[in-house]
């Protein structure tokens, strides 16, 4: 198993442009999630699903927008970037069936964004 | 409410010293803390959970101790290694649908050889 990918590695972008970060799980995971991490601050959670079809707002959604058409792939869309969106994002996937490691997410290797 | 808050926000340790990190929270509903570490470069891996049910829980040189009348948990690292630097996070859960995380700031351990 891969576990959780997702790409690009790193990024720039300029002002009011737009992009697509992609996170993928091969482990069938119902969960998943979109953090973004800054520096001191921990990880703010954007974007979560429970499955596909099925997403809702985390914490810090603003700016953002998801999509969840398969159990697999989970797409982070920025929208007219702003210097505020420059951070560490990360994916994450969980399953609630998963036998006795049910609430452990597992993060990918992020992404590192910058707004210029 | 939401907020998890940990201290210290930076640790230096000799190697082979035990390293605390504490973690205190206001929801009372929380019913899942687990602590994730993370290396450079790296996304969070889960390193130790417990539950509200337990005031202590160890695997190897990790031990969450948790006291639910202080609404506070700690890590302790004993032995700590060059190996351990890394940053720390607490974290906690209502179990509620999707079991979303709230994390706290993190601490960033380095272990000196």
């Known amino acids: 198993n891969a576990g959780v990918t997702q790409t690009p590695k790193f990024r720039i972008l300029k002002i009011g442009q737009s992009m697509t970060l992609q996170c993928t799980q091969d482990m069938n995971h119902n969960y998943m999630y979109w953090y973004r991490q800054d520096p001191g601050m921990g990880l703010k959670l954007i974007y979560y699903s429970v499955g596909a079809g099925i997403t809702d707002k985390g914490e810090v959604p603003n700016g953002y927008n998801v999509s969840r058409s398969t159990t697999e792939d989970f797409p982070l869309r920025l929208e007219l970037a702003a210097p505020s969106q420059t951070s560490v994002y990360f994916c994450a996937s969980s399953s609630p069936l998963d036998r006795g490691h049910g609430d452990t997410q597992y993060f990918g290797p992020g992404t590192r964004l910058t707004v210029l | 409410q939401q907020q998890v808050k940990q201290s210290p926000q930076s640790l230096i340790v000799q190697k082979g010293g035990i390293s605390i990190i504490n973690c205190a929270y206001e929801?009372?509903?929380?019913?899942?803390f687990p602590w994730y570490q993370q290396f450079p470069g790296k996304g969070p891996a889960l390193l130790i959970a417990?539950?509200?049910?337990?005031s202590e829980k160890k695997e190897g040189r990790f031990t969450i101790s948790f006291n639910k009348s202080a609404k506070q948990f700690s890590l302790h690292i004993m032995d700590s290694q060059p190996g351990d630097s890394a940053t720390y996070f607490c974290a906690a859960s209502l179990g509620e649908y999707g079991n979303k995380l709230v994390f706290g700031a993190g601490t960033i351990l380095r272990v000196k050889s």
């Open positions: 417990i539950r509200p049910d337990v």
């Open positions: 929801n009372t509903a929380f019913d899942y």
